[in-house]
């Protein structure tokens, strides 16, 4: 059987990936300094005999003998549908896979490489002129890789479809324009509020070996299992999997920043609970992957923000980590502490905005990006469109560039199409959650009492062991019954900022 | 040009097999206990590549240019010396990987980790008869193994060649018969000498966090460079390297074992610099590999004992040690702890013996093996010739099996001919010190002062950075100007337990 064949050679390109991970995993942990060559040497190795299996002749005549290679349509057209869609996700990785030439793989690896450290330098000195020529050779890069992957409508959609399959730039923009309008009404409700939240009893000092403690306990509550997973610290947060057995996550404290920590602990724990939950029957298959970027971003959001930073989910956690902190949290009520892990800020900072603010700096790279790739937008005009969209959406505008323009790592490695998935995130979670409470008897009591274990058990059965079953839209609306819409998210917000800010809501 | 293509096939097989090492160092590390079943599925894929493209055609038709595939011999006659060598290592290689049919691999394989299984369990119930039939088919394996290998003299030889290249077990019976009457003269001489070392201090409670520190600082002192390397805990210490700019070592710490863990990283962080040491350039060749086990073994071994536990080198860390154990160590001075770290006892167990038992643990495994694998020693037999040889050889007498013939886990994993290479390892290391110190003016004066480095370069510049150029006896030979032989190693003991036990040496 071809298709037999083709998932042997499938599990052997998973396989190398999957080892590819732990080398990735411990370059962030345990690796001395100056291995950083020969690590970079092994794991270039290991992606480029996966490539080769996956663009060899051996998979090729396998494939063709089931699907039709223009469409990825199966030859037998009497296969059931889930046969037929991972025929059809087979053929387009492996149409993904053959679709760029390796010229243009070395020179776009090799521009990357070159252009993220021009940025790192450029960034620290502030000086957007030396990085533009690097990021404008980038977008062309990325223009000519849309060709290469071929698109129905514009050349951004191509991109955004290796991080969100299905998704297209249409689609966002319209839920994007959804949330747009009603988001920056409700910054400025809170703006107008006149409530002041003081967060500052959260930046004293919080012994990191407590916050260590602490956030294991958590991360146990929500049912992460530490048989089959490990936290680890490294200098950026991440999650990373070997195979559902063995998915580990990482985690930066500092004394005087509580909630980065937790809220880090809590997100990548989220994701870690998405991994182990995949499907092991499936390691090795399309099946066996996580629907998307966005999909996977919904579940450390979901933790993250709908239960870590709910009431609920306080009540019975506060009570224990004030036995953790007894000094800097003395005389500071649970509903004092609520409101200080739910400020909103406008700030010109994405990877420090709060719930309701972020979404509005996701939205406008976004925006950028479609300018970018799609409609030849001058680099060198980028740092005035991206200050006056920051004035627009945010109402605040940059002094430099570092914390601009130039704040975030990904366009200098060309990761165009990524940012919206954060987004999406959030617009995923919100109706996850909200069916969640419906099927689940008594959800929100559970929460009170610490039992988050039900949670974890209906996401693991509804969403985690299908894996790439469907795509996100379609397991949204299969889950919900509703299409997807930016409304739940925003129900929730204002609902919740509502009574944080003390917004007088009109009535309905 | 053949052999460069060659040299790239193999630098793909080294690559697989660091990346392997990687996997196996997680594994003894950082990995989650429910992780065992893929990681041992990844490491088994990675073998299964390396093994592929070594026995595969493509590899086997370059070869077969250069070199007569009978004898290795290169083709071309006029190439040199060092070429020559290559291409025979080369070959070697090859002819070994090819000469063990896959059915019989699998089956080895199969039984390994049965027979290690069933004597983990067999050993903690002293119940040899259990373990009996699996070190029955064990032997007739590896008897089989040999056969596959082909041999010149005894089929041991060809189990030997795989841990001691160019060494046969006549030339080793040779060594060992010059070793064996002096060292259990010695240890009688020892035993009747009526010194006794109360060692009784150094069981008292050392505070692991200060010993991690204090082998930290020898370690450094040693040379070992922790920008390319580092300590890790792990149930049995172990050195292991994925390139010489990444070689860690690790370390088990117990609070009442402080000469247990000292003498560890010692010991490992020989192995360690060896590894460092090795020629880069040279990394996938053979030329980028250790001489052999038993070199390996040498250099551990020298920075442990010729070194670790000389009289020079605490008189630097002794002061310095005593900062770190004020109370355990106070009232105790150099002279004492010299003594206490030296003490000789024959005992039944090989991990546990001093420098001086050792080796006799290890003669008589050799012997076994011998007796085992040439001569048809029947496995039922075995407890008996065991526990008369510790009677002949050390003078005590195992009361049950698990202390005896069951104690190490070499022989369920089928390493026969692993065990003598510990003991080469000691008598390669003696002359080499010998060397040292005639070749670096004033070593022992600078090892009084902490000054290591030196030995360290000279280690560095006369062995190591060759890599595997040489032949280990043909090394001792190019080093010293003498072929190898017991005397050093022998001298070494008796002038330094002479002393330590104030035995009374007859007049030369």
């Given at each position: 059987?071809?298709?037999?064949?083709?998932?042997g050679?499938?599990?052997?390109?998973?396989?190398?990936?999957?080892?590819?991970?732990?080398?990735?995993w411990?370059?962030?942990?345990?690796?001395?300094?100056?291995?950083?060559?020969?690590?970079?040497?092994?794991?270039?190795?290991?992606?480029?005999?996966?490539?080769?299996?996956?663009?060899?002749?051996?998979?090729?005549?396998?494939?063709?003998?089931?699907?039709?290679?223009?469409t990825?349509?199966?030859?037998?057209?009497?296969?059931?549908?889930?046969?037929?869609?991972?025929?059809?996700?087979?053929?387009?990785?492996?149409?993904?896979?053959?679709?760029?030439?390796?010229?243009?793989?070395?020179?776009?690896?090799?521009?990357?490489?070159?252009?993220?450290?021009?940025?790192?330098?450029?960034?620290?000195?502030?000086?957007?002129?030396?990085?533009?020529?690097?990021?404008?050779?980038?977008?062309?890069?990325?223009?000519?890789?849309?060709?290469?992957?071929?698109?129905?409508?514009?050349?951004?959609d191509?991109l955004?479809?290796?991080?969100?399959?299905?998704?297209?730039?249409?689609?966002?923009?319209?839920?994007?324009?959804?949330?747009?309008?009603?988001?920056?009404?409700?910054?400025?409700?809170?703006?107008?509020?006149?409530?002041?939240?003081?967060?500052?009893?959260?930046?004293?000092?919080?012994?990191?070996?407590?916050?260590?403690?602490?956030?294991?306990?958590?991360?146990k509550?929500?049912?992460?299992?530490?048989?089959?997973g490990?936290?680890?610290?490294?200098?950026?947060?991440?999650?990373?999997?070997?195979?559902?057995?063995?998915?580990?996550i990482?985690?930066?404290?500092?004394?005087?920043?509580?909630?980065?920590?937790?809220?880090?602990?809590?997100?990548?724990t989220?994701?870690?609970?998405?991994?182990?939950?995949?499907?092991?029957?499936?390691?090795?298959?399309?099946?066996?992957?996580?629907?998307?970027?966005?999909?996977?971003?919904?579940?450390?959001?979901?933790?993250?923000?709908?239960?870590?930073?709910?009431?609920?989910?306080?009540?019975?956690?506060?009570?224990?980590?004030?036995?953790?902190?007894?000094?800097?949290?003395?005389?500071?009520s649970?509903?004092?502490?609520?409101?200080?892990?739910?400020?909103?800020?406008?700030?010109?900072?994405?990877?420090?905005?709060?719930?309701?603010?972020?979404?509005?700096h996701?939205m406008l790279?976004?925006?950028?990006?479609?300018?970018?790739?799609?409609?030849?937008?001058?680099?060198?005009?980028?740092?005035?469109?991206?200050?006056?969209?920051?004035?627009?959406?945010?109402?605040?505008?940059?002094s430099?560039?570092?914390?601009?323009?130039?704040?975030?790592?990904?366009?200098?490695?060309?990761?165009?199409?990524?940012?919206?998935?954060?987004?999406?995130?959030?617009?995923?979670?919100?109706?996850?959650?909200?069916?969640a409470?419906?099927?689940?008897?008594?959800?929100?009591?559970?929460?009170?009492?610490?039992?988050?274990?039900?949670?974890?058990?209906?996401?693991?059965?509804?969403?985690?062991?299908?894996?790439?079953?469907?795509f996100?839209?379609?397991?949204?609306?299969?889950?919900?019954?509703?299409?997807?819409?930016?409304?739940?998210?925003?129900?929730?917000?204002e609902?919740?900022?509502?009574?944080?800010?003390?917004?007088?809501?009109?009535?309905?």
């Open positions: 059987m071809s298709i037999q064949e083709i998932k050679i499938l599990l052997e390109i998973k396989k190398l990936g999957s080892i590819g991970s732990l080398l990735h411990d370059q962030e942990t345990y690796m001395p300094e100056g291995s950083g060559d020969i690590r970079a040497e092994h794991i270039a190795y290991l992606s480029s005999l996966a490539h080769s299996k996956h663009t060899g002749k051996r998979f090729h005549s396998l494939l063709e003998k089931i699907v039709d290679m223009k990825g349509e199966p030859l037998d057209k009497n296969v059931g549908a889930e046969t037929k869609r991972l025929y059809y996700l087979t053929w387009k990785d492996h149409r993904d896979a053959v679709a760029l030439p390796l010229e243009f793989v070395e020179e776009f690896s090799r521009h990357g490489a070159k252009s993220q450290q021009v940025w790192a330098r450029a960034r620290q000195q502030n000086d957007y002129e030396a990085f533009a020529p690097y990021l404008e050779k980038m977008v062309q890069l990325k223009k000519q890789e849309a060709e290469y992957y071929g698109y129905e409508t514009t050349p951004y191509s955004l479809d290796k991080y969100e399959p299905g998704m297209t730039s249409g689609r966002i923009t319209a839920l994007f324009d959804e949330l747009r309008g009603p988001l920056i009404r409700l910054v400025q409700n809170i703006k107008n509020s006149g409530t002041e939240i003081n967060e500052k009893p959260l930046t004293q000092s919080f012994d990191v070996d407590k916050q260590w403690e602490f956030g294991l306990e958590v991360a509550a929500m049912g992460y299992d530490f048989k089959h490990r936290q680890d610290k490294s200098a950026h947060p991440f999650t990373t999997s070997f195979h559902p057995t063995d998915v580990r990482t985690t930066r404290l500092q004394e005087d920043l509580f909630k980065t920590g937790i809220f880090a602990t809590i997100h990548e989220g994701h870690a609970l998405y991994e182990q939950g995949l499907p092991a029957a499936d390691y090795g298959t399309p099946f066996g992957e996580p629907v998307s970027f966005g999909f996977h971003e919904s579940q450390s959001r979901l933790w993250e923000n709908c239960v870590g930073r709910g009431k609920q989910f306080w009540e019975h956690f506060y009570p224990i980590l004030k036995q953790y902190f007894k000094k800097p949290l003395s005389g500071i649970m509903e004092q502490f609520y409101r200080m892990i739910n400020t909103v800020t406008p700030s010109l900072i994405r990877v420090e905005a709060d719930e309701v603010t972020y979404s509005l996701i790279r976004f925006e950028i990006e479609k300018k970018l790739i799609n409609e030849n937008l001058p680099v060198k005009e980028l740092p005035e469109v991206w200050d006056q969209m920051m004035e627009d959406y945010l109402g605040v505008r940059p430099d560039y570092k914390d601009g323009v130039m704040q975030d790592i990904h366009w200098s490695m060309g990761g165009f199409g990524y940012f919206p998935t954060y987004a999406l995130g959030n617009l995923y979670a919100a109706p996850i959650m909200n069916q409470r419906e099927e689940i008897p008594h959800l929100e009591e559970k929460i009170k009492t610490g039992d988050l274990l039900p949670l974890r058990e209906w996401l693991l059965e509804k969403i985690h062991c299908k894996g790439q079953r469907l996100a839209e379609e397991l949204i609306l299969d889950l919900t019954g509703s299409p997807l819409s930016a409304k739940p998210f925003l129900d929730y917000l609902e919740k900022y509502s009574e944080i800010y003390e917004i007088k809501r009109p009535r309905a």
